[in-house]
Structures are given as C-alpha cells and as structure tokens.
Nanobody, 125 residues
Framework: QVQLVETGGGSVQVGESLTLSCTIS????????MGWFRQAPGKQREGVAS????????QYDASVKGRFTISLDNTKNTVYLQMNNLQPEDTAMYLC??????????????????WGQGTQVTVSS
C-alpha cells in the first residue's frame, strides 16, 4: 500500500514562511504527478499546487501563485511545498497526494489515488 507522510506544518505569524515535505513510500511504480491540497474546517478540499514527476511541470492555484513553490527530490521520493508570505487565509490542513495516471486537471482531488494524513498550518495575525 502506497504511503504518504507529510511533515513541516506549524503555527506562524503573517508574512512568515514554512516548508512542507511529503515522502512517498511502498510505491511499486513512481507516480505521474504529486499534488498539495488544503482543507479548512467547513470548506471543500482545494488544490494548491501540483507537479508532474517526469517533466517537473508545475501548476498553482491563483491564490498561492507567486508565494508557494512546489518541488521534487526524486532521490528522496519527497515533494516539497515552500510557502512564503503566509496569510491567515492559508490556515488549513495541508495534504499531499499521488496520482498514478494523470487525466485532465491536476488541481482537483479526483485526479489522485493516494493521500497522506495531512499536516496543520495555522497563520495568525
């Protein structure tokens, strides 16, 4: 069973930065894409950023473009989400996901087969 483990969440002040990590293990085949999603209480899960494994092509939600950067370390089977200039509206549980076959948009939950448990990010003013 593919496992995804996120780390790096925490509580920060407005304008500060955090880097989230997600390590994938026990995967018989490498995924085609990895994504970061977030979900705040009472809200739907939303796509934040995604990256294609072979091409390193990335996509970002408009709300984080220019502030967040997704990157991949293939040697460590780890995907990162560098988050700068954090704002209160970024407060949420952040989850990473792996898509074995990518068809269509990559910032939607239905594109992904495996999910981590999430790591909490709280931004206070």
């Amino acid at each position: 069973q593919v496992q995804l483990v996120e780390t790096g969440g925490g509580s920060v002040q407005v304008g500060e930065s955090l880097t989230l990590s997600c390590t994938i293990s026990q995967n018989p085949y490498p995924p085609n894409a990895m994504g970061w999603f977030r979900q705040a209480p009472g809200k739907q899960r939303e796509g934040v950023a995604s990256i294609y494994i072979r091409s390193d092509s990335t996509q970002y939600d408009a709300s984080v473009k220019g502030r967040f950067t997704i990157s991949l370390d293939n040697t460590k089977n780890t995907v990162y989400l560098q988050m700068n200039n954090l704002q209160p509206e970024d407060t949420a549980m952040y989850l990473c996901a792996a898509a074995m076959i990518v068809q269509g948009p990559t910032l939607v939950p239905r594109a992904y087969n495996f999910w981590g448990q999430g790591t909490q990010v709280t931004v206070s003013s």
